[in-house]
């Protein structure tokens, strides 16, 4: 049995005639809904940060930090979910990408010396990535060799800071492996 030509047409212009319906609709929260879920995130943030109170030295600021991040990731979230927008999905991917680097920072103070440098190189090097990895989402061509470029170049950062717990030859041998491994000169 064959399908008529103008029954494949029209079961494709319906497809397509719901698609945009279900994706109108998604973008068209009513207020009452975004009201609630300000409220919820706001009630949901308070407790975060009021379960932080019993803690102490670094671990309450992380604690608070991961509570903070919480909060602008569900805000963000929540007006993708409003909008639809390329541009909220751009940036809920940066919101997400500048709170771990907060998170994961407020993480390494507990740290010393260079395991410290070594930890805050990897939380920008993993934010860099985000960042780039967000604009290659909006963009092709260009965009994606910088986002390489800038992984590359964040990765790269993160070796040389890893030579320089060392010294003397090894340090250098360290410094020479890790350039051409990321193609610096």
Do not use: W
Not at 136 to 142: C, E, F, I, L, W
């Amino acid at each position: 049995m064959t399908s008529s030509p103008l029954t494949l047409k029209t079961v494709f212009i319906a497809g397509v005639l719901a698609m945009c319906g279900a994706a109108q609709a998604a973008n068209n929260m009513p207020d009452a809904e975004y009201k609630a879920g300000k409220d919820r995130i706001a009630a949901e943030h308070k407790a975060a940060k009021a379960a932080c109170d019993r803690l102490a030295g670094n671990t309450k600021d992380v604690c608070e930090e991961e509570a903070e991040a919480k909060e602008k990731v569900a805000r963000a979230e929540l007006e993708y979910a409003r909008t639809g927008k390329p541009s909220d999905a751009e940036k809920l991917a940066m919101v997400k990408a500048d709170t771990a680097y907060e998170v994961a920072k407020e993480r390494c103070d507990d740290k010393a010396g260079n395991e410290k440098d070594v930890c805050v190189k990897e939380a920008k090097a993993a934010q860099t990535k985000a960042h780039a990895d967000a604009k290659a989402m909006r963009k092709t061509g260009d965009a994606r060799r910088d986002a390489t470029q800038d992984k590359r170049d964040a990765d790269y950062q993160v070796a040389a800071e890893k030579c320089d717990a060392m010294s003397g030859d090894t340090k250098a041998q360290c410094i020479a492996a890790a350039k051409a491994r990321f193609g610096k000169s």
